[in-house]
């Protein structure tokens, strides 16, 4: 640990380009633009984080301000003159009111992720409401019934990208069940200095643009050495006949973003003071456009004690992936005269945000260097494994610590004709599985064809299959490739079609079976996941070994417990299933095959309870967002069922959550990579 002199008030005049920028709350303003009716002073040196607002009355003003982070000035859009937007610090039980007044030259909008809240409050153009034109103010005003950290940002355009996001922090009206002496935000985005709708023109031209990391020459000798000529050939055989690129993990890298920490640069690093012997409750937010971020802190554990602003049983941990939109609450214990790097690395490892949390202002901690760049494989393409020749393979290497199998309860289901081998297992992974009532012993499907049970539906108009009760049949054979089932009620079906129970659903099920409607068939869309897994263990792609390389432990959602018992224990009523599709070559996204434009608002009755299971068609990881409704994700613990706004979804996975229905209104649901929204975004009408 090294020390350097504490920082001047005022940046040297010789100070290097790369250096000279501007960051959070540094009231970012250079000068006045034409375009804006406000004008601003010159932005003193950037300072720790945002200012924070507090009360019950708020008047925002969205503007246009010049910034510079990489040495070039270009335009952001901020609020009250900062990058990021204020903190807005709210109590629970209080009413809000929120003046937002708009002056750009055309219209905006404030969303309040994450906050339940009436239809008309949401901030949502075209749905909730209209928008703020030009030169007009919207008045939000509604209760806040809840706590925690979330975040606002703009649902206009591509403003997000522009800078239009800050912090949320609600005090709880309660005593607080986390114990801590200080808390800060550590909000994360994604910045460039390319216009986002150039970035997203260069995409729908040439989707791998900024991907550049392609395979080299020297990638193929590589290769030719370990796996040989014919391993070789089939394996880029494969990825040439798809079109893809094992190495496309995100369409907008290091290469054009500045990856910011409350709106500073890598190169300057934010700072976060703290006193001897305090618990600090940092409070992660990741406000990116695209970017998902894998944080750690080398030298510190986090006890990761809330998602989503959500309490949770604490989770002690080494890391923790975070994706678009998400936030995660994690309390450490610097020790004294010591310096931490805050470190968060893009997923596809082009970059990194940094800080650093000290005791003394005049410590700096080392950068750790970053993680190797991963690669796409056939758990990304949703591909079954089960039926591969491993026996020239050795396994025994293989870390499955990430999988939780000890709260899998298998009792909704008929496996009586099924052969399990669990010869391989430990105990200590079998312990805890309910096989109650069920007949194990003969358990072999392999003398049985079922490739002709095939029911003919051609004849069925889509209308006449919505709503259908089939209960009483077996429709485990059932080809329904070419309808829309995501309104048929299937709570009545017997056998393995009945509903898994609450808390459980299809992230604990290995025999769930999914299909694919005839929309998602076409030049839209370049891939279906035939056999895709849960993705509830899994940490992600580039994290799946860090215990046996580093000896980090990863968060992962099957971790998550709800610290409070569940809101609403009733069984879901029935299941919606919705497939995350896209063509990634072609960069066009949608759900089962369908863009915004051309798709149906999925209808949900008031007050009931459903079950929604996502499939990923795709190899890119999206972070699903859900207004005005909580996203109960089923971890395996149906009297502590945790609460989120935004579900994760690993490529070539499946995930499956509760819905209660319990707000009435237009509410958007959508991908939160916001180049994917155009596409990948549905509208849900609670009726």
Request: aromatic share 8%; proline share 6%.
């Amino acid at each position: 640990m090294d020390r350097y002199p504490v920082v001047p008030d005022l940046l040297p005049s010789d100070q290097s380009r790369r250096r000279f920028v501007l960051g959070a709350s540094s009231l970012v303003a250079l000068s006045a633009l034409p375009l804006s009716s406000q004008v601003f002073a010159d932005a003193p040196r950037p300072t720790n984080g945002p200012q924070t607002l507090t009360g019950n009355q708020f008047d925002l003003s969205i503007g246009f301000q010049k910034v510079n982070f990489t040495g070039k000035q270009r335009i952001a859009t901020t609020v009250n003159q900062s990058l990021p937007a204020p903190i807005l610090r709210w109590k629970e039980g209080e009413r809000v009111t929120l003046r937002v007044t708009n002056t750009l030259d055309h219209d905006s909008s404030i969303h309040w992720h994450g906050i339940i809240l009436p239809s008309e409050m949401d901030g949502v153009p075209g749905m909730s409401f209209d928008g703020i034109k030009p030169g007009e103010t919207f008045v939000y005003e509604f209760d806040v019934n809840q706590n925690g950290t979330y975040w606002y940002h703009s649902h206009s355009g591509f403003q997000e990208q522009t800078g239009l996001m800050g912090a949320i922090v609600i005090d709880p009206k309660d005593p607080d069940p986390v114990a801590y002496d200080r808390d800060m935000v550590v909000l994360l985005s994604d910045w460039t200095d390319t216009a986002p709708e150039k970035v997203y023109s260069t995409l729908k031209k040439m989707s791998h643009y900024y991907n550049f990391r392609e395979r080299t020459v020297g990638d193929l000798v590589r290769d030719l050495k370990t796996k040989g000529l014919s391993a070789t050939w089939n394996e880029r055989a494969m990825w040439n006949q798809m079109r893809m690129s094992e190495t496309d993990i995100s369409d907008v890298t290091g290469y054009t973003y500045t990856y910011l920490m409350n709106g500073v640069t890598p190169a300057q690093g934010w700072l976060g003071l703290c006193k001897p012997g305090e618990k600090v409750r940092l409070r992660f937010i990741n406000g990116a456009a695209m970017a998902i971020f894998d944080v750690r802190i080398p030298g510190l554990k986090m006890t990761v004690v809330a998602a989503d602003g959500q309490n949770i049983q604490p989770v002690v941990v080494d890391e923790f992936r975070i994706g678009v939109s998400e936030t995660y609450d994690v309390i450490v214990e610097p020790a004294a005269d010591s310096a931490y790097t805050i470190f968060a690395q893009s997923n596809d490892r082009t970059g990194y945000a940094r800080g650093t949390l000290t005791t003394d202002i005049a410590l700096r901690a080392e950068i750790p260097a970053m993680d190797p760049a991963p690669t796409l494989g056939h758990r990304e393409m949703g591909m079954d494994m089960s039926g591969m020749d491993h026996s020239g393979h050795d396994m025994s290497g293989m870390d499955h610590s990430g999988h939780n199998m000890g709260a899998m309860d298998h009792s909704g289901h008929d496996m009586s004709a099924m052969k399990m081998d669990h010869s391989q297992h430990s105990k200590p992974a079998m312990e805890g599985m309910d096989h109650s009532g069920h007949d194990m012993g003969a358990m072999d499907h392999s003398g049985h064809d079922m490739s002709a049970m095939k029911m003919d539906h051609s004849q069925h108009s889509k209308p006449s299959m919505e709503g259908m009760d089939h209960s009483g049949h077996d429709m485990g054979a059932m080809d329904h490739s070419g309808h829309d089932m995501s309104k048929m009620d299937h709570s009545q079906h017997t056998g393995k079609s009945r509903l898994a129970k609450a808390g459980f659903g299809s992230n604990f099920d290995p025999l769930t079976k999914i299909s694919h409607v005839d929309t998602e068939f076409g030049p839209h869309v370049d891939m279906r996941s035939d056999a895709p897994q849960s993705g509830l263990a899994d940490p992600g792609i580039g994290l799946r070994d860090h215990m046996k390389l580093y000896g980090r432990r990863v968060l992962t959602y099957a971790d998550i417990r709800g610290l409070h018992p569940t809101y609403d224990k009733r069984e879901p009523s029935r299941e919606i299933e919705l497939h995350l599709t896209g063509n990634m070559r072609r960069y066009m996204w949608s759900i089962n095959g369908l863009n915004f434009a051309d798709a149906k608002p999925l209808e949900l009755s008031f007050g009931e309870r459903v079950r929604i299971i996502l499939v990923n068609d795709t190899m890119m990881t999206h972070p699903i967002h859900l207004h005005g409704m909580w996203s109960e994700l089923e971890t395996g613990d149906p009297q502590y069922i945790p609460r989120k706004h935004t579900i994760l979804v690993q490529p070539g996975s499946r995930i499956s959550y509760l819905v209660t229905a319990d707000a009435k209104g237009r509410w958007a649901y959508h991908c939160h990579l916001l180049y994917h929204m155009p596409g990948m975004m549905r509208e849900v009408r609670v009726v």
